[in-house]
């Protein structure tokens, strides 16, 4: 143990790797700042390069750029009302409110503290839960493992904001785009219809980029669009500019940021909870602390006009997600969320398959992306604390000079992961799939967690059926597999209380945060 | 004009659902009379089928759901000018062409820079800034798809 232990912080401390993670935290709070890009953005264009980078190099890269994008998010959200990404919405709602009272400091730095410490709690749990679960995970069987994926599968629609049954609609396109090609256990063709291209399957890389980073970029494209011809400027820059931006206004003190923790701390725990959870995202963990925290707030009165408790409660909420996100992808091979899907993805890519006997298999880089995971969480503070003034010009940078850029960045990248022309037409199919989805107003994470949960779905499905005789009873003959159903029950029946009884004030800013989306 | 656009988007969820249910109900009816080989543990076609039974059930739900219920303003409403929809698709695909034909820095000064002129605000137009930033577009693919992540080019005309 001692010898992987050191083999870890020998690749994990190595200049290279650090430098990676120094320039990926970089990356993340630009695209995180930049309102429509986002860290999911940024991850999947650059899958391709995984390729052609050392396998702890490029997971320093991706960890930096996912802390980095997860802190970004917030700065739109607080100096701009705007929030870099789907995350940061629900900070908007005081953040902003509080850089209109003048506090622009203190709302950025509670912010900063308050995603430093929920993301290190978070990274914490995933460390110590990973390892004892994935040995838990060594006992299942086909009859266990097809539980835990119908289990994340109804989770991800399920826990989708108010679009349930378009999330599992998503989900089930996502199940079965993942059955085009050949059959696993007979070889057989499937849904092909007669293109031999088609044999093989769809790409996860084309898929993801495509659904993702594409379709995101049309949208964007179609707004600057809109907006080219007239004066209509009413965007981030000449809101920015007429606002302005002073860091010395005000400073957060201790005493301010105390009575803070109370909320920082419960934003940690919910996030870290939801975020296990397949499906349920930072959007909703960002605001259910929010909710949860001015239940509990000694003022509750205060949130919505700029209360320090409401930035610390999103914020800790929201990146408190971030290494718990990993624990389904880490124990049992299911991603919970589009980033674990990505990170899942990456490491495909280098080799390595997600599961109960990654963490065993790949001790020193699993341990090496552990301790990458809290060093980044340092870097990202001494980076943001020092560079906060810059970084609030970020989210002024124009969309119409980016958005270019990252197309072609995108196309090329796919390009490059496998040399295949094809994989460039499946990205722009994707591409055109995911501004179609989003034009219906039909979630994306559920259709791309289909797409990856489908395969081993239909293993463990065909498996037990095929221990059991064809008999479906045999599915849920199992105890583990029957706790898991009915803990999955508990954990629905909980989140529909919870939300029922929302207080109204609440509802009414999760809903204005949305909608500033 | 707000009538319309609400409408719109309630045509749209609807749109949604009957699109659901007829990719369910072609692909249920594939499964049935489709060319299938049979297998071990149901088929190869067991998930595929349960995967349409699931759309089937989503696509009916939203049909009724939108059917019964009040009218409810709903803030996501997302409008994609259909020509930026076709420009940013037949821009990706010239600019993959070009880019395997013409070579990689030519390709990507010239069609960044034509994308980055198309969508600036036309009171806000700066040539200069454009230009410097597709050169440096173009050099920085340059360097990262022939010495980092090198990718097959057959002989382009420039580079």
């Not at chain 1, 400027?233 to 920015?240: G, K, Y």
């Not at chain 1, 124990?331 to 065993?360: D, N, V």
């Not at chain 2, 002129?117 to 050169?135: E, Q």
Request: aromatic letters at 10%; a positive charge; proline letters at 5%.
């Amino acid at each position: 143990m001692m010898e992987f232990l050191a083999e870890a912080f020998a690749l994990a401390l190595s200049p290279e790797v650090m430098l990676f993670a120094l320039i990926g935290i970089g990356v993340g709070v630009t695209v995180g700042a930049i309102p429509g890009l986002s860290g999911d953005m940024a991850i999947a264009i650059l899958l391709p390069f995984v390729f052609v980078m050392e396998p702890a190099a490029a997971l320093g890269l991706l960890v930096g750029i996912y802390k980095g994008s997860m802190f970004g998010g917030s700065i739109s959200a607080i100096t701009f009302g705007v929030p870099g990404t789907a995350g940061a919405a629900a900070t908007v709602i005081d953040g902003y409110q509080a850089k209109l009272k003048g506090q622009p400091n203190r709302a950025l730095h509670t912010a900063l503290y308050s995603s430093i410490i929920g993301d290190t709690g978070s990274d914490l749990v995933l460390i110590f839960l990973a390892l004892p679960l994935a040995a838990v995970a060594l006992m299942f069987g086909p009859v266990e493992f097809f539980a835990l994926y119908v289990v994340s599968l109804t989770l991800v629609a399920a826990l989708t904001m108010g679009k349930v049954a378009r999330g599992i609609a998503a989900a089930a396109l996502g199940v079965m785009l993942a059955m085009i090609g050949r059959d696993p256990i007979t070889g057989a063709q499937r849904l092909t219809f007669g293109l031999p291209e088609l044999s093989g399957g769809i790409g996860l890389v084309p898929l993801l980029v495509g659904v993702f980073a594409v379709s995101e970029i049309i949208v964007q494209a179609g707004r600057a669009w809109m907006r080219r011809s007239g004066r209509e400027m009413a965007d981030i820059t000449a809101r920015a500019e007429a606002l302005g931006y002073d860091v010395s206004k005000d400073r957060l003190d201790w005493p301010t940021f105390r009575a803070t923790l109370k909320a920082t701390l419960l934003g940690t725990g919910m996030g870290t909870f939801i975020g296990a959870l397949p499906g349920a995202g930072a959007s909703l963990a960002a605001f259910m602390s929010y909710g949860v925290a001015q239940r509990l707030s000694r003022k509750p009165q205060e949130f919505g006009k700029g209360s320090l408790e409401g930035v610390a409660a999103a914020e800790a909420g929201n990146s408190a997600t971030s290494g718990s996100t990993f624990i389904p992808l880490f124990a049992f091979g299911i991603p919970g969320s589009a980033t674990a899907a990505l990170f899942g993805a990456a490491l495909i890519m280098m080799g390595i398959t997600p599961g109960p006997t990654m963490i065993k298999e790949n001790m020193s880089l699993i341990y090496a992306l552990f301790i990458m995971l809290i060093y980044a969480n340092l870097f990202n503070f001494c980076i943001s604390k020092l560079l906060l003034p810059v970084y609030s010009r970020l989210a002024m940078i124009r969309g119409e000079y980016v958005l270019p850029v990252v197309l072609g960045l995108a196309i090329l990248g796919t390009f490059a992961a496998s040399n295949s022309v094809k994989d460039v037409w499946v990205l722009l199919a994707a591409g055109l799939l995911g501004v179609g989805l989003r034009w219906f107003g039909v979630p994306l994470g559920p259709l791309v967690l289909g797409f990856i949960v489908g395969p081993g779905l239909e293993q463990s499905l065909r498996q037990a059926l095929m221990l059991g005789r064809n008999d479906w009873t045999h599915l849920v003959q199992s105890p583990i597999a029957i706790g898991i159903y009915l803990g999955t029950l508990a954990i629905l029946v909980g989140f529909w209380l919870l939300t029922r009884a929302r207080p109204e004030s609440a509802d009414g800013a999760a809903g204005g945060g949305k909608g500033a989306t | 004009m707000r009538r319309f656009s609400l409408a719109a988007w309630r045509y749209r969820e609807l749109g949604f659902g009957v699109l659901a249910l007829l990719l369910a109900v072609i692909g249920l009816l594939h499964v049935r009379y489709g060319n299938w080989r049979p297998g071990p543990g149901g088929g190869n076609w067991l998930v595929p089928m349960v995967a349409y039974w699931v759309l089937l059930a989503a696509g009916l739900s939203i049909l009724l759901g939108r059917l019964r219920a009040a009218w409810q303003p709903d803030t996501e409403r997302l409008h994609v000018p259909l020509v930026a929809v076709a420009g940013g698709l037949l821009w990706g695909v010239a600019f993959f062409l070009a880019v395997r034909h013409i070579g990689i820095a030519v390709s990507v000064t010239v069609l960044v820079g034509a994308a980055m002129l198309a969508l600036s605000p036309r009171d806000a137009l700066r040539p200069g800034l454009i230009a410097m930033v597709a050169l440096a577009a173009g050099a920085v693919f340059w360097l990262l798809f022939t010495r980092v992540a090198p990718i097959l080019v057959a002989n382009p005309i420039l580079f």
